[in-house]
C-alpha cells in the first residue's frame, strides 16, 4: 500500500514569492493534517480536514497561509507571501477515522528555505 | 507552554543494551499516548500507543509504560539495535480530539 506522497521534497524561495506544497493521502483516510516541524522542534497542528471540509484551522496564519482540499483526497498548502520565518518542513499526515483516530500516517514532508 | 516535554534531546545506548527514552506532560486530558520514530529526511511513523486505561503496552522489543499519576511515560527498546538509531517523538492527544501534541523529541544512537 502506498503511503503519503508529497512534493516537491525541497524548496527555496526568496522571501516575498508565493510557494505550493502538494499532498496525496493514503488512500480511504479521509483525515488529512498539515503539520509544520522547525528545527528542533516537534511537528505543530496547522489544519485538519474531514474530506472536504477544514474542521480545525485555528493554527494557521490565515493572513498568509491557505490550504484546500478538492474532492477529498489530494490536498494543497499555499504560503504567500513567504517570509523567513516561515522555513521549515511542512508534513501532511492521514488517517482513518472511526478505527484508530490518534494513529496518523506521515508523509516524507517538504523542506522549505527562505533566503 | 509545552504541553509535552522530552527533557532529554539526546541518548547513546550500546547495542544489545536497554534504551529507555523518557516523556512528561502537563494536561490532564491528555489520555492517548504515542510514539513515533523519525529517520533524517523521512517523516514520523507510527511505533507504539497506550491509552490511558493502561499502563503497560508491549510490541515486541518496544514497551511503553504510563504512570498516569505522574504525568509520565516512557519508551524501552530491548535489546537495542543499530537501525533503532533515530529520533523518538513522544505525542499525546485525548478522547474526541484529533490533534496530536508532540515533544521536541529525543535522538537516539545505538552504538554498534
Known amino acids: 500500500e502506498a503511503g503519503v506522497v508529497q512534493s516537491p521534497r525541497y524548496k527555496i524561495i526568496e522571501k516575498k514569492q508565493p510557494v505550493a506544497f502538494w499532498c496525496n493521502p493514503i488512500?480511504?483516510?479521509?483525515?488529512l493534517y498539515w503539520y509544520r516541524q522547525n528545527l528542533g522542534q516537534g511537528p505543530e497542528l496547522l489544519i485538519r480536514y474531514e474530506n472536504e471540509e477544514a474542521v480545525d484551522d485555528s493554527q494557521l496564519p490565515k493572513d498568509r497561509f491557505s490550504a484546500e482540499r478538492l474532492k477529498g483526497v489530494d490536498s494543497t498548502l499555499k504560503i504567500q507571501p513567504a517570509e523567513l520565518g516561515d522555513s521549515a518542513v511542512y508534513l501532511c499526515?492521514?488517517?482513518?477515522?472511526?478505527?484508530?483516530?490518534?494513529?496518523?500516517?506521515f508523509g516524507p514532508g517538504t523542506r522549505l528555505t527562505v533566503t | 507552554d509545552q504541553q509535552v516535554k522530552q527533557n532529554s534531546p539526546s541518548l547513546s545506548v550500546q547495542e544489545g543494551r536497554i534504551s529507555i527514552l523518557n516523556c512528561d506532560y502537563t494536561n490532564s486530558m491528555f489520555d492517548y499516548f504515542l510514539w513515533y520514530k523519525k529517520y533524517p529526511a523521512e517523516g514520523p511513523t507510527f511505533l507504539i500507543s497506550i491509552s490511558s486505561i493502561k499502563d503497560k503496552n508491549e510490541d515486541g522489543r518496544f514497551t511503553v509504560f504510563l504512570n498516569k499519576s505522574a504525568k509520565h511515560l516512557s519508551l524501552h527498546i530491548v535489546p537495542s539495535q543499530p537501525g533503532d538509531s533515530a529520533v523518538y517523538f513522544c505525542a499525546a492527544s485525548w478522547a474526541g480530539s484529533y490533534q496530536l501534541t508532540f515533544g521536541k523529541g529525543t535522538k537516539l544512537s545505538v552504538i554498534p
Open positions: 488512500s480511504g483516510h479521509n483525515t
Open positions: 499526515a492521514s488517517s482513518f477515522s472511526g478505527v484508530s483516530t490518534y494513529e496518523q500516517y
